[in-house]
T-cell receptor
Framework: RKEVEQDPGPFNVPEGATVAFNCTYS??????FFWYRQDCRKEPKLLMS???SGNEDGRFTAQLNRASQYISLLIRDSKLSDSATYLC??????????FGTGTRLQVFP | DAGVTQSPTHLIKTRGQQVTLRCSPK?????VSWYQQALGQGPQFIFQ???????QRGNFPDRFSGHQFPNYSSELNVNALLLGDSALYLC?????????????FGSGTQLSVL
């Protein structure tokens, strides 16, 4: 079983749609959680951290469920520019980021 | 203020050859981590360098080695290249260890092994 699992997609949604991605992790000792965004063959960039209380950044909302060991990302009012791969990231050992395979999102007009 | 820079951007090698990839961290950063990203996969942690020593290592064979210089720049060396080593190699820098949220990635080196 992979340490971090994501549905690879692709998710094809129209502009303005709401889309949600889930990610599960296997190590209950995981300490920190993030969502990264990666455009085609470019470097990953931090989108947002994920906290147990849930957190929001504009159209993006992240949630963490420690009991079920899953993380979610909700994107509201999708824009064409949101098209990218979204990587779920977990840390349970200092400094070592464990990435999921990524979920590809394609927003169409 | 330059971010993380990697060279070369693209590289083509043949099986059995050796390759060296280079990374200069963001100004003020002293820790460098290397990741391998195969097509369709997420980045996989190779190792991390701090104070010119390898501090952590992922599940990669000894063919993968590295070095950090006094100016904090780093090299990744891969010996006896295999077709499966074809990937995007990403360097990430940070200030000290334990500052995971402040990782900055370079744009990567695309290695193709023929």
């Amino acid at each position: 079983r992979k340490e971090v699992e994501q549905d690879p997609g692709p998710f094809n949604v129209p502009e303005g749609a709401t889309v949600a991605f889930n990610c599960t992790y296997s190590n209950s000792a995981s300490q920190s959680f993030f969502w990264y965004r990666q455009d085609c063959r470019k470097e990953p960039k931090l989108l947002m951290s994920v906290y147990s209380s849930g957190n929001e950044d504009g159209r993006f909302t992240a949630q963490l469920n420690r009991a079920s060991q899953y993380i979610s990302l909700l994107i509201r009012d999708s824009k064409l520019s949101d098209s990218a791969t979204y990587l779920c990231v977990v840390i349970y050992n200092t400094d070592k980021l464990i990435f999921g395979t990524g979920t590809r999102l394609q927003v169409f007009p | 203020d330059a971010g993380v820079t990697q060279s070369p951007t693209h590289l083509i090698k043949t099986r059995g050859q050796q390759v060296t990839l280079r990374c200069s961290p963001k100004s003020g950063h002293d820790t460098v981590s290397w990741y391998q990203q195969a097509l369709g996969q997420g980045p996989q942690f190779i190792f991390q360098y701090y104070e010119e020593e390898e501090r952590q290592r992922g599940n990669f064979p000894d063919r993968f080695s590295g070095h950090q210089f006094p100016n904090y720049s780093s090299e990744l060396n891969v010996n006896a290249l295999l077709l499966g080593d074809s990937a995007l190699y990403l360097c990430a820098s940070s200030q000290g260890t334990g500052s995971n949220e402040k990782l900055f990635f370079g744009s990567g080196t695309q290695l193709s092994v023929l």
